[in-house]
T-cell receptor, first 115, second 117 residues
Framework: EAGVAQSPRYKIIEKRQSVAFWCNPI?????LYWYQQILGQGPKLLIQ????????DSQLPKDRFSAERLKGVDSTLKIQPAKLEDSAVYLC?????????????FGPGTRLTVT | AQSVTQLGSHVSVSEGALVLLRCNYS??????LFWYVQYPNQGLQLLLK??????LVKGINGFEAEFKKSETSFHLTKPSAHMSDAAEYFC???????????????FGQGTILTVHP
C-alpha cells in the first residue's frame, strides 16, 4: 500500500511569512497526526484528527498555527506568521483506529527553515 | 502524564558488536511502548512494539526489546551490528486502549547509533 505522502519536502521562508504543508494519509486511516521535530529532539505532537474532527490540539500554538482535515482525508498545516523558532521538520502520521492496531505510520516530513 | 528518557544521545559500536540502546519510561497507566528508527531525511519507521502479552518482542532487522515493568525500561538490542543500522533511534510511549493518552505518542530525545567498520 502507498505510504503517507507529504509536500513540499523542503521549504525556506523569511520570518513573518506564511507557509502551508500538505499531508495525504494511508488510505483508510481515520486518525491523522502532525508532529514538530526540532533538530536534536524527538517529535512533539501538535494536533491529532479523528476523521475530520480534532481530538487533541493542546500543543498547537494557535496564535500562529492552524490545521484542517477536510472530508477526513488530506490535511494541511499552516503557519502564519512564521518565527525563527519554527524551523523544524514537520511530520505527518496516520493510523487505523481498530483495537489491536496501534502503529502510527510516518511520512518523510517537510523540513522548514525560517531565516 | 507520560515521559521517555533515552540514556545516551550517541552510541558508537563496531560492526558485529552488540547494540544496546537504553530507554526508560514514566506512565501513570499501563504503557504501550515503541521503538522507531529514522534514517537521514526520512520519516520514522516502526522497529517493534510492546502492547500486552510476551515481554520480549522481536522486530525488523534483527532488533528486539524487553519490557521490564519493575525497572520501567524498554531497552533495544541487536546481537550483531551492521553498517546499515547507523541511524537515529527513538523510544516512544503511549497509554493503552480506553485511556486518555491512547494513541498519543510521547517520544524520547533520540539516540544516534554509529557503526564503525
Amino acid at each position: 500500500e502507498a505510504g503517507v505522502a507529504q509536500s513540499p519536502r523542503y521549504k525556506i521562508i523569511e520570518k513573518r511569512q506564511s507557509v502551508a504543508f500538505w499531508c495525504n494519509p494511508i488510505s483508510g486511516h481515520a486518525t491523522l497526526y502532525w508532529y514538530q521535530q526540532i533538530l536534536g529532539q524527538g517529535p512533539k505532537l501538535l494536533i491529532q484528527f479523528q476523521n475530520n474532527g480534532v481530538v487533541d490540539d493542546s500543543q498547537l500554538p494557535k496564535d500562529r498555527f492552524s490545521a484542517e482535515r477536510l472530508k477526513g482525508v488530506d490535511s494541511t498545516l499552516k503557519i502564519q506568521p512564521a518565527k525563527l523558532e519554527d524551523s523544524a521538520v514537520y511530520l505527518c502520521a496516520s493510523s487505523v483506529t481498530s483495537v489491536g492496531r496501534y502503529e502510527q505510520y510516518f511520512g518523510p516530513g517537510t523540513r522548514l527553515t525560517v531565516t | 502524564a507520560q515521559s521517555v528518557t533515552q540514556l545516551g544521545s550517541h552510541v558508537s559500536v563496531s560492526e558485529g558488536a552488540l547494540v544496546l540502546l537504553r530507554c526508560n519510561y514514566s506512565s501513570s497507566v499501563p504503557p504501550y511502548l515503541f521503538w522507531y528508527v529514522q534514517y537521514p531525511n526520512q520519516g520514522l519507521q516502526l522497529l517493534l512494539k510492546y502492547t500486552t502479552g510476551a515481554t520480549l518482542v522481536k522486530g525488523i532487522n534483527g532488533f528486539e526489546a524487553e519490557f521490564k515493568k519493575s525497572e520501567t525500561s524498554f531497552h533495544l538490542t541487536k546481537p550483531s551490528a551492521h553498517m546499515s543500522d547507523a541511524a537515529e533511534y527513538f523510544c516512544a510511549v503511549s497509554g493503552g486502549a480506553g485511556g486518555t493518552s491512547y494513541g498519543k505518542l510521547t517520544f524520547g530525545q533520540g539516540t544516534i547509533l554509529t557503526v564503525h567498520p
